[in-house]
């Protein structure tokens, strides 16, 4: 079970910062991913980090700003956003997966979401 918070308002050029906590033994397992909904849009990837932590990927419209991490002792995975804009403004989700992926229909597992708003 994934558990995302930490999202909120914030002025554009603001940073936030959202965490998603999971339950169970294997989550270092997993690859951890964040995808964001913005109304009337389809869901969109954001990030993912492999299992170890070691490779990371981004959507190339938060490069730069966004930062990804995990703590496998804690069972936890951050998303570092920087440098936000108004377009940054949507509904969070972190998931996971066995796999490495970009697309959200490639995760089978989701936190219920976090409302980031991003004002101008």
């Known amino acids: 079970q994934l558990q995302a918070s930490g999202g909120g308002l914030v002025q554009a050029g603001g940073s936030l910062r959202l965490s998603c906590s999971a339950s169970g033994s294997t989550f270092s397992r997993y690859t951890l991913g964040w995808f964001r909904q913005a109304p009337g849009k389809e869901r969109e990837f954001v990030a993912a980090?492999?299992?170890?932590?070691?490779?990371?990927y981004y959507v190339d419209s938060v490069k730069g700003r966004f930062t990804i991490s995990r703590d496998n002792a804690k069972n936890t995975m951050s998303l570092q956003m920087n440098s936000l804009k108004p377009e940054d403004t949507a509904i969070y989700y972190c998931a996971a997966e066995t796999i490495v992926g970009t697309h959200y229909s490639q995760y089978e597992y989701w936190g219920q979401g976090t409302l980031v708003t991003v004002s101008s």
């Open positions: 980090i492999n299992w170890s932590g070691g490779s990371t």
